[in-house]
């Protein structure tokens, strides 16, 4: 069976993971068809005209209800909006202007409550009063509007439908109404879902003056609504609601809000104002003419945002004005590269990134960024302007090529970034795009700035995957590309695969035939060719000189293989590494690159160790070379003078702490002296945050091997020093399966149960303060409770809670994860509870795994240690009332079906009688399904108000 949920006017809103169609007004074909097929009798010029009237809006009922007034021999061709509407308003009956003001005063809001009367949050009086009617009569008038068709009912809802008809109804009211008194009743006297559902109406009426002019009051510099920074939820939500009345006033306020800096609650908070907002100057930005403010508010929220963040952020929204499809905005190319290029010229180093990344958008001839929804008000919308025609295509990506060439010759500018952003563009605009002049001027341009190696890459690639999939054309398209972009000498074809920035250096070398997929001898080609080419440079001294700044300040995936090859071949080593050292210090020290310097190092160390331990003790305490130490002996190795070079070091201090963390990587430390390891973690730890990165190292030291081999006592003796420096941060929570590592290793035995246990109390401490959730330290605390389970058991169940304890004991929580106590091997619970079984069966009931977990149509089970519990122990009863409570407990809300799931567990125990609970589980089980039915007629009752409401 398959189950389709529809859910209306989701608006934005869209949910994470689930498929939404919008659906879209009929068309007037549509429309046409289907009154001639219900009323046979109309002429098909009547049927047209009813069809593509603004009153039937593409509603078919209300065309059919409008086609039903026509009489025998009548004609409506002749009849304009106004008076359709009228005859389907009165659908044959006398005017009553009564009847006509309820409607109209009902289609100020969006939606109403028709059924309550009386009361703070009755809503009918309110509109009743505007009208001078009473509440019966205006219920009266609504029942009768119901019949007409022109309301629907939701449950106690009601709302005048379609909204052609509401809209053209709320009009009316607006000239017919004080504006003043409309405002008393539905915003200052209301409750807040009638204000937000007035808001929503007002949003739909731009066309209307009274409308436009509330708005634009509302949204003034004095007016309820013109403070965006200061507004509650409630006026959010009415600000986002009247925006599309009055676009130009919504920037206006929210430009106010912006200019105010750091002190404007629009900048300085992540939360749903500042979302809002963005979306909203997103949506006006439509309009060409007020483009370039949208994107300066914009740009203003993408400086506020997090550093990365890419949740549905206001750069995420810049992004998609400047692409060339489905940008949802109608400013013109010039408008968008003006303002490209005000940005890159910007002295703000963030406005000049965005710029650049606005460019490299523009230039994307694929792969563009979802389209943000275009619903805003009643304002018809498509995708906004797009190049379709070969002209506008070309006018596109010209205009937007020149302005790149433009930046690189424009001195001053850091265009790496650009090089970088266009690289992987260039085989779309060539082969899509079509631009090939333009292309080649851009390469000329950026190629001036040196060797453009991404470009050749990328560009290989894309023949690469063309001749994969046989795209002849594109081929011949992309190879005089390639031609240009190809190295021509020796520096640049090092500079193509050694600086190269991904794996993707495999489209450089030409494969055997059989073996174009083959990524292993792609790789070992390009090893070879790398090292061979670092042979190649360490004998040119001209060379290295050309290539020594890029080397130490550039980035590559075979730097470290090309450095190797020079430490392989050096006729001079100890000059080219004080070259090195040299070009080091002329590069920003967030800048620095050793990769070459380690591969250096460990080709040296292979071909002259006694030449490599030269520079290796030269490099300690060096003031350049002694920040890297730690990552450059770990090149070379870490025999025994290895070890004491880097104890050392960390005696020294030149290098921070966290560089030792190298030594964590892959079997660094496999053949070290365990002595001179323990030494060093030790002499780590008294670091300021050391004791992580000791941690890290002696976790990975102990991985993949057999927790049951004898090691070192010395490396127990520092494992159990490191643990004692625990006190469960969120810094230590990373480092989780480290710790469990460890303590399995180094708490075995008896003399690692009184730190278990202590480890144990500090946890407790640790999570009662919020400092940890009982969700923290899973893996940890598995380990403490199988490697020392009575230990830990006492400390965690049977402790009395430290008087420091300043919240909830973690271990009577009952969202406790079961796994931390399913650790503890069977033999040993049940020992431990034996030792008190009056309290101890009924605490352990409280924690161990009592189901087994379950998928698809499979039901749970008992778990063997939850029979055990049962069999063992002397109060059964008591037992099973602490597992029947966790069933009741699991979860409610969405989970009420695995609850339901989980109850049947009581039904299957004790079927045979031998432990005497039938009985009792049966009942508890009873007792259970009352409470999952009330739950049920809750959730019922609640997804019933959600599904009747109309906004």
């Known amino acids: 069976m ?54 039937s809006g593409g509603n078919a009922r209300i065309a059919l209800a409008l086609a039903r007034t026509h009489r025998p021999g009548e004609s409506l061709s002749h009849l304009n909006d106004a008076e359709l509407f009228r005859r389907l308003f ?51 008038h609504v029942a009768v509007l119901k019949g007409r068709d022109l309301v629907q009912q939701r449950g106690r809802w009601r709302a005048v439908l379609p909204h052609a008809v509401a809209n053209r109804l709320a009009k009316a009211a607006l000239k017919q109404l004080p504006i003043a008194s409309i405002e008393a009743q539905l915003v200052d006297n209301g409750s807040v879902r009638i204000a937000r559902s007035f808001s929503r109406r007002l949003g739909y009426l731009h066309d209307s003056a009274e409308a436009v002019a509330v708005a634009q009051r509302w949204l003034g510099r004095n007016g309820r609504l013109g403070e965006v920074d200061a507004l509650n939820e409630l006026g959010m939500v009415m600000f986002a609601n009247v925006a599309p009345v009055a676009p130009k006033a919504a920037l206006e306020a929210i430009e106010r809000a912006v200019a105010k800096g750091g002190q404007s609650g629009l900048l300085d908070e992540a939360g749903r104002r500042r979302h809002t907002a963005a979306h909203l100057v997103h949506k006006i930005a439509y309009d060409a003419a007020l483009f370039d403010r949208c994107v300066d508010v914009l740009v203003a929220f993408a400086k506020a945002e997090k550093p990365n963040d890419n949740s549905d952020s206001a750069s995420g929204l810049l992004c998609a004005l400047f692409q060339a499809r489905s940008s949802r905005t109608h400013a013109t190319v010039d408008q968008r590269l003006s303002k490209i290029r005000t940005l890159i ?10 710029g650049f990344k606005f460019l490299t958008t ?28 070969p002209a506008q295509i070309e006018e596109w990506f010209t205009l937007s090529i020149q302005l790149a060439a433009d930046l690189f010759n424009e001195p001053g500018l850091p265009t790496k970034d650009l090089r970088s952003g266009l690289a992987p563009l260039l085989p779309g605009l060539c082969a899509d795009a079509n631009v090939h002049e333009a292309v080649e001027l851009l390469i000329d341009a950026a190629s001036a700035k040196g060797y453009w190696q991404d470009a050749w890459v990328s560009v290989r690639s894309a023949i690469r995957f063309a001749h994969k ?189 966290w560089r030792f963390s190298c030594l964590a990587g892959g079997r660094a430390t496999e053949k070290a002296d365990p002595v001179m390891l323990s030494e060093l973690l030790k002499a780590l730890a008294t ?50 399966y480290d710790l469990s590592n460890i303590a399995s290793i180094c708490l075995k035995g008896p003399g690692g149960a009184l730190m278990a246990a202590s480890l144990v109390k500090e946890y407790r401490k640790a999570a009662s303060e919020r400092f940890v959730s009982a969700y923290d ?53 049940m020992a431990w509870c034996l030792k008190d079984p009056q309290v101890r069966f009924e605490r352990a009931a409280t924690y161990v795994p009592y189901m087994t977990a379950a998928s698809g149509n499979e039901k749970p089970t008992w778990t063997p240690v939850a029979l055990e519990i049962l069999q063992a122990a002397p109060n059964k009863a008591a037992v099973l009332e602490r597992f029947t409570a966790r069933v009741e407990s699991s979860g409610w809300g969405n989970e009420r079906a695995d609850i339901e799931r989980r109850a049947d567990l009581l039904l299957e125990l004790d079927r045979d ?3 005497g609970l039938r009985e009792f589980a049966t009942e508890a089980h009873r007792k259970l399904s009352e409470i999952i039915k009330c739950q049920r007629e809750w959730e019922e009752k609640r997804e019933r108000e959600h599904d009747e409401a109309f906004e």
């Open 2 to 55: 398959s189950l389709l949920t529809v859910e209306y006017d989701i608006r934005d809103d869209e949910p994470e993971g689930s498929d939404t169609v919008k659906l879209e007004a009929a068309s007037a074909d549509l429309i046409e068809r289907v009154i001639r097929l219900h009323v046979p009798d109309l002429t098909p010029h009547d049927a047209a005209t009813i069809a593509r009237s603004d009153i």
């Open 90 to 140: 009165q659908q044959r009956n006398e005017h009553d202007p009564r009847l006509l003001a309820a409607a109209e005063v009902c289609s100020l809001v969006y939606s109403f409550d028709a059924d309550t009367v009386t009361g703070d949050g009755a809503e009918l009086p309110l509109l009743a009063k505007l009208v001078g009617q009473s509440v019966d009569e205006l219920y009266r």
């Open 345 to 354: 010229r910007s002295a703000d180093s963030s406005e000049q990134a965005m």
């Open 362 to 389: 523009m230039l994307k001839t694929a792969r563009f960024s979802p389209r943000p929804s275009s619903d805003f008000g009643n304002l018809a919308r498509d995708l906004g302007y797009e190049p379709h025609t």
């Open 469 to 657: 999939h046989n795209h002849t054309r594109k081929i011949e398209r992309l190879r005089p590309l390639e031609r240009k972009l190809s190295p021509s000498n020796l520096s640049e074809r090092i500079r193509a695969v050694v600086f190269c920035q991904s794996y993707r250096a495999i489209d450089l070398v030409e494969l055997e035939m059989g073996q174009e997929n083959d990524f292993e001898a792609a790789r070992a080609k390009l090893d070879a060719l790398a090292e061979e080419y670092g042979r190649q440079v360490a004998g040119d001294a001209e060379l290295f000189v050309e290539l020594r700044s890029a080397i130490t300040a550039g980035s590559g995936v075979y730097l470290g293989v090309f450095g190797r090859g020079m430490g392989l071949a050096a006729d001079n080593p100890e000059a080219i590494w004080k070259s090195l050292r040299l070009a080091l210090t002329e590069v920003p020290e967030q800048d620095r690159n050793i990769q070459a310097m380690l591969g250096f190092i460990e080709g040296l160390n292979r071909r002259s160790p006694e030449q490599a331990v030269k520079l290796l003790d030269a490099a300690i305490d060096d003031d350049v070379l002694g920040v890297f130490f730690p990552v450059i002996q770990t090149a070379a190795g870490l025999d025994v003078a290895g070890m004491a070079r880097l104890l050392r070091a960390a005696n020294i201090g030149h290098a921070p702490v």
């Open 687 to 736: 670091a300021e945050h050391g004791h992580l990165v000791a941690i890290d190292v002696l976790a990975m030291h102990f991985h993949g091997h057999n927790h049951d081999r004898i090691w070192s006592p010395d490396l127990i003796t520092a494992g159990k020093s490191l643990l004692a420096l625990v006190r469960f941060s969120d810094e230590e929570n990373k480092l989780d």
């Open 777 to 829: 330290f899973n893996q940890f605390l598995s380990a403490l409770f199988a490697v020392q389970p009575e230990a830990s058991l006492d400390a965690s169940l049977l402790e009395p809670p430290d008087k420091q304890l300043q919240g909830r004991d973690p271990f009577e929580d009952d969202d406790i994860p079961v796994g931390i106590f399913g650790s503890v091997p069977i033999e040993a619970l």
């Open 913 to 915: 009688g031998r432990l």
